[in-house]
Structure formats: C-alpha cells, structure tokens
C-alpha cells in the first residue's frame, strides 16, 4: 500500500513539475492541480495508512498512537481541495482574459518563431 502511495505522489509530483515548465497557460494550470494533488495526497498519507479502522480512538482502546488515527490530515486535505478548486477557477478566468488581451495562451506572451518561417 505504501509503495503504490509513494508511486502515485512521485508520477503526480513529477507529471506536475512537468506540466508547469511548459510554455502554454492550460499546461501550467493543469500542472498546478496535479502538483496539489500530490501534496494532498503526501499530506492524507501523514495521518496514516490504516484500512477498515475508525478515525478516532475506539471504544474500549487505550489512547494511544497505536489505536488512534490523526484526523486532522484529512481536514487538511478537505480545506486544501476547496482552496485549489477556488484558485484554479481564478486561475482559469485570468488565462481566459490574458488570451483575449494577447493573442496567445502563452505563459511569456510571445508564440515561439517558426525555423522555416525565418528563412524564408
């Protein structure tokens, strides 16, 4: 379970890195999302990796770190979904204006110049 988290966190982070060093607008917004997933993802996987259990001590249970799940992580990750969900919207409004004012959807403003367009 471990290692197929640490995996997807890894192809999120990496594909993210990726995605926001590209030259398009689209490409950087879809970069930012993967990237927060990734950290949410990190962040939900701090509390811990423990199926079929409740979130908080059980009945009957001592309390202590072995019988208790942190349920702040997921509160976390809840808060961090609405705020990337709000700053991609805002993101995307902008990028859509940017476009409308410039031309071009990318990140520099300036679409790249064609090799066989200079020769010519």
Do not use: C, K
């Amino acid at each position: 379970m471990e290692v197929i988290l640490a995996l997807a966190i890894g192809v999120l982070g990496g594909s993210g890195v990726w995605l926001v060093l590209r030259p398009r607008s689209f490409q950087v917004l879809i970069g930012l999302a993967l990237l927060s997933y990734a950290v949410n993802l990190f962040i939900f996987a701090m509390g811990s990796l423990l199926l079929d259990r409740e979130p908080i001590v059980r009945p009957g249970l001592v309390a202590n770190l072995a019988n208790y799940t942190d349920p702040l992580p997921q509160a976390l990750v809840l808060t961090a979904i609405v705020i990337g969900f709000a700053t991609s919207a805002l993101f995307l409004v902008v990028l859509l204006a940017s476009r409308g004012l410039s031309g071009t959807d990318h990140v520099d403003g300036e679409e790249p110049a064609d090799d066989a367009q200079e020769q010519r």
